[in-house]
Structures are given as C-alpha cells and as structure tokens.
C-alpha cells in the first residue's frame, strides 16, 4: 500500500492501471552470444518480409509467440513481424497484402498458392494509452457499430477494448503485449533480441507472468483468460506454469467473457483443442479450476474428455497437428457431439420411427441444443450432419452403397470417425478393416471383398434363429349359442341372436369352425341375367 501511495505521488503506475505515467520498461539488446537463437529456424518469408521493411527505411522485427519458442530451440508454426510503418505503409509494400481487422486494424502478407501458401501477419506498433482517457460506448461490437467506426481507441462500459488503432513506439506496443515471454523482439538481420520486461528471464525461469496488473488485462481483453490457458498447455510439458499473480485473478475474471462476441469465443475454443495440446489443454482448465464456465461446447468437450471415444478423437487431433497433417473442427466437434446423437437416435429407433428420418431429427436437436447460430448452419454443420448420417451406411457393404461412399467429398472423415468407434469397441473391428481395404483396392479386389460381405452377410442370417409359426387357437365358445338336446349343432340362444350372412357355426366335437363356402358368380351373370342351361 504504501509503495503504491509513493508511486500516486510520483506519477508512476502499472501499466495496465489508471492515472499517471506507466513504467514502460528499460530497453535490452541481447546479442545472440547470449539468446543463442538458431538463424536456420527463422522462416525465410518472415525475414524477407523485415528485410523489405528495413530496406523501405522503417524499423521491423520478428515478435511474439515465435521469438519465445526460438529461444527455447523449438521451430515456430507461425511468425508474425512488428513494425513502425502504418497498415496503408505495409500494404504499399508487398504485391499480395490486405489490411484486415476492425479492433485492430493489422496486414496480412501472403507468399505462395493454394495449400503451399503462407501468411505472415505484420502490426504497427500501438501507442499506449490509459483507458479511462480512451471514448466510451455504452453497447457492444453491433450495438454500438456506428459510434465505433469514426473511433480509434474505445470500450465499453466493463473496461474491455473494442478499438486499439493508435500507433507508438516500442517502448509502448511492448506494454500493451500479455505475457514478457511474448513481448520480446527480434531483428533476424541483425541477430539481436530487444527486451524490455524480463521476458528472456521469464523463459530461462520457464514463469508466464502478464506484464501489468493482470485482473486489469483480463479486463482490457477477456481473450487473454484463454490465452493463459493455451500458454500454459503448450508450454507445461516444458516446464512452464503460470506465476500465482498471473493465475489468481483468473477464475473471477471468466465472467467477463460473457461480454466476448460468439463467434470470437468459438475460434478461441477451437484454438485450444485444436492446437496440439488438447489432452494438455483439458489438464490445465481442470488444475485452475477452469473446467466449466468459458464456452459451452468447450464444456461439453471438458466433460467427456475422458470417454473413450471422446479421448480418442482428442489424442487422435494432437497426434495429426504435431505430424504436421490438416485437422478440421467439424470432425473433433462431431466426436464430442456424437454421445447426443447416438442417444437421440436411439430413443426415436425405440419409438419404431424410421431409422434415417429419425437420425435426421437428432441431429437437428442436437444443433439447436448445442451449437445454436454460431457457425451452425454454414459449412461446419453440413460436415458434421455429413459424418454423421454415413454412420449406418457403413455397415451396408453390398450392390452399389460402398462404391458410392468411397466417391463422396467427406468420405475419408466419415471413415476416420468411423475408424475411432471400432477403436473403442463401438463397432465392429472386421467392418473398419474391410472398408480400409475396400477404399484402396484395385476393381478387382473390391469384387472380392464385395462377395466377402455377401458371403458374411448370408452367414448371419443363417445363424438367426428361424421364427416358427404357432398354429392359431379355437376360438370359445359362443355364450349365445346352446347345444340342441340331441346333441346335434348348437342353435342361436335368442330370437336375434341367429348366425348372418357367412357366419359358422361350432360343431358339437369342439372343432374349428368350418366357413361356409359362397357359390361364385359366373362372368357375366349379373342381376337379371338368365340361368345357365343344366350340364353346361
């Protein structure tokens, strides 16, 4: 308390705080004699895009995340440049640029085509200002979308910012950044590490510490609250744990992620289990306390994360990510989703509904249920319902079906789920491996395989059992109808209890009933028509 009173009076405070002039750090050269980066992990685009920059006489530097993981020998999967220049100066410089973003306006470089193209995404340093100085608006992104449009710093009535366009100096953009780790900057031509909070301390002590007052960045950006997390995932099986003060504010701050758009909240959540740290990832929301309350569906994933097929399809994603191959959030979202539509599926099958109608159903429930609008009737659902709905299709594998599945778009994640299943005792292990087999054989290896499955297919219904018919019982005895006292044909108990037209009567052995045969009309003996001559 009384540091802090000292510090009123000096006109200092925390970055991050309200009121006087923020501590911004004393800047640090490390030359590579002692960071000791290796110049062959830098991602040659990335330093051509700083090299273009410094040749066009602005100062440029490799940032964030991928300085951190240079330090530590790890080769980064993304490297993102800061710089002095503007976004409209970024883009004046490279044939393939675009300025994106509205809450910070920043340019992505594109290199290359198609699959093989890469994206280095460059920002202009911010300037660092107090948010009690900063404009305010009473709503929200939408609510308050025309009041935002002519602001360049703004937030809302919380503190979150919704506006940071003011550009400044280093000193200050290296404030404004999370964690010290992820605050340092490195010049790939020069070979020199800037650092102004500690960070190249913090990764030798293997500490994320938030520069500032963390509640009050939690509070400028609610996303850092799941940054922490991610961080700590990626980084704890190095060792890594987020310090007490960084991690203290974190469970109370969760509410303010209510305030967070949708559809940011749902790329957050996907960066979390899709990142190759998932398993990790889950480790770390249940160790803060953090396992319900950020997202809803991340909830859900939470929850079941140590189902079998749930935890499966999770160490399945980790495992395509660290092999370098593609993962799609359709495919792990249905995973986590498929516990609701088998059970949905069920209940109509129990209700005699027809079975595709019926898993038709479920999965709409399950949509509304659980995904809502966001991204849930765009091409994220229609993979996932794609998935899904091949399911039963798999276990037909004769006439015409198997040669239509293996053609369609979304096959191969249709038998990658299906894959999981059998991996987990869901389905059987012989029909993944006949499909696995039938999807790369030659015309007439799957002609084998198909009389294969006719062959299994005659088998089971051989194997079950023969359904005999029970030979139908006597009907009672009609109370209406007496025997006659000598024993022949029981008669009509009452006057309007006699036998209509066809009925049959019991015989006096306990018999059936034999029917009284009608005598058929010859073609064309209509009513009125003349009789047939006799012996004709």
């Known amino acids: 308390m009384i540091k802090k009173f000292i510090d009123k009076l000096l006109g200092k405070s925390t970055p991050g705080a309200s009121g006087g002039k923020p501590h911004f750090g004393k800047r640090e050269e490390v030359p590579v004699s002692v960071h000791g980066i290796n110049p062959e992990l830098v991602d040659r685009r990335a330093a051509e895009v700083v090299q273009t920059l410094k040749d066009a006489g602005f100062e440029a530097y490799i940032v964030g995340g991928a300085v951190r993981d240079l330090l530590?020998?790890?080769r980064p999967k993304d490297f993102d440049v800061a710089t002095n220049a503007t976004p409209e100066q970024v883009k004046g410089l490279f044939r393939r640029a675009f300025i994106i973003g509205k809450r910070f306006r920043i340019v992505h470089v594109v290199h290359g085509r198609g699959r093989e193209h890469e994206v280095i995404e460059v920002s202009t340093f911010r300037a660092y200002l107090d948010n009690a100085a900063a404009g305010q608006v009473a709503g929200n992104e939408k609510t308050s979308k025309a009041q935002l449009s002519s602001m360049q710093h703004a937030v809302d009535a919380s503190g979150r910012v919704l506006r940071?366009?003011?550009?400044?100096?280093?000193?200050?953009?290296?404030t404004r950044r999370d964690f010290t780790v992820n605050a340092m900057y490195y010049d790939p031509v020069s070979q020199v590490v800037v650092d102004y909070h500690k960070g190249l301390q913090d990764a030798?002590?293997?500490?994320?510490?938030?520069?500032?007052d963390p509640a009050t960045r939690y509070r400028e950006d609610p996303v850092r609250i799941i940054r922490a997390v991610r961080f700590a995932a990626k980084l704890s099986p190095?060792?890594?744990?987020?310090d007490a003060k960084s991690a203290a504010p974190l469970v109370q701050s969760q509410a303010l992620l209510a305030e967070v758009p949708q559809s940011r909240m749902f790329d957050e959540m996907l960066k979390l289990l899709q990142t190759g740290h998932a398993i990790a990832t889950i480790e770390q929301l249940r160790k803060l306390g953090m396992a319900k309350g950020i997202y809803p569906l991340l909830d859900v994933a939470v929850?079941?994360?140590?189902?079998?097929?749930?935890?499966?399809a999770l160490v399945d994603t980790d495992r395509r990510v660290n092999e370098g191959k593609p993962v799609a959030p359709s495919f792990l979202l249905a995973c986590v989703l498929w516990e609701d539509v088998r059970n949905g599926w069920q209940e109509r099958l129990n209700q005699r509904q027809h079975p595709l109608p019926a898993l038709q159903e479920a999965i709409d429930e399950v949509f509304d249920r659980r995904i809502g609008d966001v991204s849930g009737r765009g091409k994220l659902a229609a993979d996932m319902r794609e998935i899904w709905v091949?399911?039963?299709?798999?276990?037909?594998?004769?006439?015409n079906t198997p040669f239509g599945m293996v053609m369609q778009p979304r096959f191969r994640a249709g038998f990658d789920f299906?894959?999981?299943?059998?991996?987990?005792?869901?389905?059987?292990e012989a029909l993944a491996e006949w499909w696995q087999d039938f999807q790369a054989a030659d015309d007439e290896r799957r002609d084998d395989l198909m009389d294969q499955a006719k062959e299994e297919q005659k088998a089971r219904q051989k194997a079950q059992p023969v359904v005999?018919?029970?030979?139908?019982?006597?009907?009672?005895a009609d109370p209406r109808r007496v025997p006659r006292a000598d024993g022949s044909a029981p008669v009509a108990a009452g006057p309007d209890a006699g036998p209509a037209d066809g009925d049959t009567e019991f015989p006096s052995d306990g018999a059936a009933p034999k029917k009284r045969r009608r005598r058929r009309r010859k073609p064309g003996g209509g009513e009125g028509a003349a009789p047939a001559a006799v012996g004709e």
């Open 72 to 74: 530590l020998g790890l």
């Open 468 to 476: 005999k018919r029970v030979p139908r019982a006597a009907p009672a």
């Open 238 to 242: 190095l060792g890594f744990s987020i």
């Open 303 to 312: 929850e079941r994360a140590d189902t079998p097929f749930v935890k499966a």
């Open 204 to 212: 030798k002590k293997k500490t994320l510490r938030m520069i500032g």
């Open 390 to 399: 091949m399911q039963p299709r798999f276990e037909k594998r004769v006439g």
């Open 418 to 428: 299906m894959r999981l299943r059998a991996d987990v005792g869901e389905v059987e």
């Open 164 to 174: 940071d366009n003011v550009w400044g100096p280093q000193d200050e953009d290296a």
